[in-house]
C-alpha cells in the first residue's frame, strides 16, 4: 500500500511538471509571436550590424597596413640585427666623417683591422665591402638578376643619361649588343692612328711652349685625351677649334667635379630629389645634352663616317632597330667619359712614376728607341715594357677605384646574408695593393707584369675594368690609348714633378688628384742618353 500511494505522488508531480513545461512553451510562443511584428527591423538592425562590422574590419586592415609601414623601418632594423655580419666600423658620424675626406684610408683601415668582409652603415643603408676574389667573382660574373647599380651610381643618371654604365635590364642589353662589337679588339685597332697623330702634335705643341713654367701633368693629359676622344668618337680635329667638342668637355668637367668633391653627391646619394640641383650643374647638364644632339644631328646628316658616333648611328639590332636619340646621346657620353677622363688619368700617374722611379725610363725609352718611325697598332706586341708601365698604374691607381651594386634580393656572399636593398662595394684600390697578390704592393715595379703573374693571380685580384657581363665595354679602347700616347711621347719627353710628393685623391666617381700635379717638361736632346 504504501508502495502505491508513493508511485501514484510520483505520478501526480509529473503531470504537474509537465504542466509547467506546456505553460513554458505558450509563454515561449508568446514572446516568439510578440516578436514576429518586428521581425524586419530586427533584420534591418542585423544587417546594419554586418556593415557596420565590415566598415570597422576595412578601418582596422587600414590602420594595420599604415602601422606596418610605420613600424617596417625598425622591423627591418631589428632583422638586420639578427642577421650575421661581416664586422666593422660603428658610429654614424664618424663613418661619414672618414668617406667624405679620405675613403680609400677609410677601406684600408677597415680592410686591415677586419679582413676580406666587412660592413657600416651609411646614414640608414647597410654597406658591405668584400675583397675576396672568389666573392667578387660571385657577385660581378654569377649574381643573375640578384644585382643592380648601386645607389651612387643610380644618382648620376640624374645628369649623364642611362648609357651603358648606368642603365639595367633589357635597355643595357640592347644597347650592350649595339656598341659591343664597336668595341671589340680588333674594331678599335682602327683608331691607333688617330691616337698617335694627336700625341704627335700635342708634342710640338709642348716643345713650342717650352721656358713658360710648370705644367699640370693632369690638365695636359686630359687635354691630349679630349683630342683623342673628340677624333675618335665624334670625328672632330680640336686643331680647328670645334666649340661643341670643348662644350662636352666642359660640361662633363663639372659635373664629375661636383660628384667628385664635397658633400653634395653624398647628400644627393642618400636624399635624392631632396637635396636639390645646383644651378651650375643644371646649366652644365643642358649644355651637354644640347652639344651632343647637335653633334648626332651633324653625323646624321652627313652618314658614312669612321668615327665611334657614326657607327652607332649606323648600328641595328637583330630586329632592324637603331638606338633613338636620346639613347645615342647617353652612349656617347659614357664613351666620352670612359675614352677621356680615366685614360687621363692612368697617363697622369704613369708619368709621375717615369720620372720619380729609378730606372724606369732608360728602360723605357730603350724599348722605345727600337721602333722604326711613330708607334702605330703593329708596334703593340713590340711594346711589353709600356704595356707594364701602363698595368701598373692601374693597379697603384686604378681610375674606377671602387664598383658598387645594390642588392635585389637577399643574398648569401662568402657566408654572410645580405639583405635586399644594401649597398655592396668591391674595391681594386684595396685587392691591387694586397701583399698577398702583389709583392712590395706599394712600389711601383712595371716589370712585375713581365712574366706570368698576371695569369697566375686570381681572376679577381686585378680587376681595374670590373669584370663579368658588365665590363668596361671600352676596356680594350682604353688600354690601347694609354699605351700609344705613353709610347709616342716618352721618346722626347718627361714630365719632372716639382713637388716631392702626389697629392691627396678625391676618390668618388673616379680617383682624381685632389690638386695640380705641377711637373717641367723636359726634352730629349738628339744623341743624348735617357
Known amino acids: 500500500m504504501s508502495d502505491a500511494k508513493s508511485s501514484d505522488a510520483k505520478r501526480s508531480d509529473a503531470k504537474i511538471s509537465d504542466a509547467k513545461i506546456s505553460d513554458a512553451k505558450i509563454s515561449d510562443a508568446k514572446r516568439s509571436n510578440a516578436k514576429r511584428p518586428n521581425a524586419k527591423r530586427s533584420n534591418a538592425k542585423r544587417s546594419n550590424a554586418k556593415r557596420s562590422g565590415v566598415t570597422t574590419m576595412a578601418g582596422l586592415t587600414a590602420a594595420s597596413e599604415g602601422a606596418r609601414r610605420l613600424l617596417e623601418p625598425a622591423r627591418r632594423a631589428a632583422r638586420l640585427l639578427r642577421l650575421r655580419r661581416p664586422p666593422g666600423p660603428r658610429g654614424p658620424v664618424r663613418i661619414a666623417r672618414a668617406l667624405l675626406a679620405r675613403p680609400t684610408e677609410f677601406f684600408e683601415a677597415c680592410a686591415r683591422e677586419h679582413g676580406d668582409a666587412f660592413s657600416f652603415v651609411m646614414g640608414a643603408v647597410p654597406c658591405y665591402v668584400f675583397t675576396d676574389p672568389a666573392a667578387i667573382e660571385q657577385l660581378l660574373v654569377r649574381s643573375g638578376g640578384a644585382l643592380r647599380k648601386d645607389m651612387a651610381t643610380r644618382e648620376l643618371s640624374t645628369v649623364l643619361g642611362r648609357g651603358l654604365l648606368i642603365s639595367e635590364g633589357e635597355r643595357w642589353r640592347r644597347a650592350r649588343r649595339l656598341a659591343a ?68 668637355s666642359e660640361s662633363v668637367e663639372t659635373i664629375m667635379a661636383r660628384y667628385n668633391t664635397g658633400i653634395f653627391g653624398l647628400l644627393r646619394v642618400l636624399f635624392g630629389d631632396r637635396v636639390p640641383l645646383p644651378r651650375d ?32 648611328l649606323a648600328a641595328r639590332d637583330d630586329d632592324g632597330a637603331a638606338m633613338s636619340p636620346q639613347q645615342l646621346r647617353d652612349e656617347s657620353i659614357t664613351m666620352f667619359i670612359a675614352g677621356h677622363e680615366t685614360t687621363a688619368l692612368t697617363l697622369t700617374y704613369a708619368w709621375w712614376h717615369v720620372a720619380r722611379t729609378p730606372g724606369v725610363l732608360p728602360r723605357l725609352r730603350a724599348e722605345l728607341d727600337a721602333l722604326d718611325g711613330r708607334p702605330g697598332v703593329e708596334d703593340l ?146 744623341g743624348a742618353p735617357a
Not at 709642348?206 to 721656358?211: S, T
Not at 651637354?288 to 657607327?311: F, V
Open 181 to 248: 662589337p664597336l668595341l671589340s679588339r680588333r674594331h678599335v685597332e682602327v683608331y691607333a692612328d688617330a691616337m698617335t697623330r694627336a700625341s704627335t702634335r700635342f708634342l710640338a705643341r709642348v716643345r713650342g711652349e717650352l721656358g713658360r713654367g710648370d705644367r699640370d701633368v693632369h690638365e695636359d693629359m686630359m687635354d691630349l685625351t679630349l683630342r683623342i676622344v673628340s677624333a675618335t668618337l665624334f670625328g672632330i680635329e680640336l686643331d680647328a677649334d670645334d666649340r661643341l667638342a670643348r662644350v662636352v
Open 381 to 526: 706586341p713590340r711594346l711589353p715594357y709600356t704595356a707594364a708601365l701602363v698595368n701598373e698604374s692601374l693597379r697603384l691607381y686604378p681610375p674606377a677605384w671602387c664598383i658598387g651594386r645594390e642588392t635585389l634580393e637577399d643574398c648569401v656572399v662568402a657566408g654572410y646574408t645580405i639583405p635586399r636593398g644594401a649597398q655592396i662595394f668591391l674595391a681594386p684600390w684595396l685587392n691591387h695593393r694586397d701583399p698577398r697578390w702583389f709583392a712590395e704592393p706599394l712600389r711601383f715595379r712595371p716589370e712585375r707584369w713581365l712574366g706570368d703573374l698576371e695569369a697566375s693571380l686570381p681572376r679577381f685580384a686585378f680587376f681595374p675594368f670590373g669584370g663579368g657581363p658588365r665590363v668596361c665595354i671600352g676596356n680594350h679602347f682604353a688600354r690601347m690609348e694609354a699605351i700609344l700616347v705613353l709610347a709616342t711621347l716618352a721618346r722626347e719627353l718627361v714630365y719632372r714633378p716639382t713637388r716631392p710628393q702626389l697629392p691627396e685623391f678625391h676618390a668618388a666617381v673616379t680617383l682624381r688628384p685632389a690638386r695640380a700635379i705641377p711637373a717641367r717638361p723636359e726634352l730629349r736632346r738628339s
Open 281 to 312: 650643374l643644371l646649366e652644365a647638364r643642358q649644355q651637354l645634352y644640347d652639344a651632343l644632339d647637335s653633334l648626332i644631328e651633324q653625323r646624321r646628316a652627313a652618314p658614312g663616317g669612321d668615327d665611334l658616333l657614326s657607327r652607332l
